[in-house]
């Protein structure tokens, strides 16, 4: 909250006026321009806020498979859901699921990592949440440098990123905006 006191010598007046320092529509939510970034908008920010958002996710991998290498993104989820598996056990079963599917020399999905980087099939037996951290990590460089920023150039992004603004500036959209507008102007 703001505390503005407005002094007139003229008329030896003072005003008072109180405001919040967030700005909100009409249903108290944040308005547009203090909203924080969203879909595209924050796709654009990194590959990580992409990863963190499910309809990202989403779309890179379409835009993955049609480059034939969504293999990347499908072993970095899977690496993060790794990292998440409690118990022996089931680290075990998930630990030797990623390796066949996606390290292997017979890997039904393999991903691209460096010869000295491979990990034998013995450490499967002893299996640690961070045990594929370094190839997670040449993997998400490898997106990075590589993958993002043709996506962030493709017609999947660019359409997407259309399709949102055409949202913003439908009807019901300005609609709402209208009615933020006149309460914030009396």
């Known amino acids: 909250m703001w505390l503005i006191l407005v002094f007139s ?8 006026f109180f405001l919040s320092p967030e700005i909100n529509d009409g249903e108290g939510h944040p308005s547009s321009s203090h909203q924080p970034l969203k879909g595209t908008s924050k796709w654009a920010t990194s590959l990580e806020s992409l990863l963190e958002d499910p309809e990202g996710v989403k779309r890179f991998r379409e835009f993955l498979k049609k480059e034939f290498s969504e293999e990347n993104v499908l072993f970095w989820l899977a ?23 996606f390290l292997s020399s017979k890997a039904s ?4 990592v ?8 013995t450490i499967l037996e002893t299996p640690h949440p961070l045990m594929f951290q370094k190839l997670q990590d040449q993997i998400f460089n490898l997106m990075k440098y ?6 962030l150039k493709s017609d999947i992004f660019l359409n997407h990123k259309k399709s949102e603004e055409q949202e913003e500036n439908s009807p019901e959209a300005q609609t709402a905006a209208k009615r933020a507008s006149r309460i914030y102007n009396t």
């Open 9 to 16: 010598k003229e008329d030896a007046v003072f005003s008072l």
């Open 79 to 101: 690496c993060e859901e790794f990292k998440k598996t409690q118990g022996k056990k089931q680290m075990q079963e998930k630990a030797k699921e990623i390796y066949m599917t």
């Open 109 to 112: 999905s393999q991903v691209n």
């Open 114 to 121: 460096e010869g000295q980087s491979r990990l034998s099939e």
């Open 146 to 151: 590589d993958s993002y920023s043709r996506f």
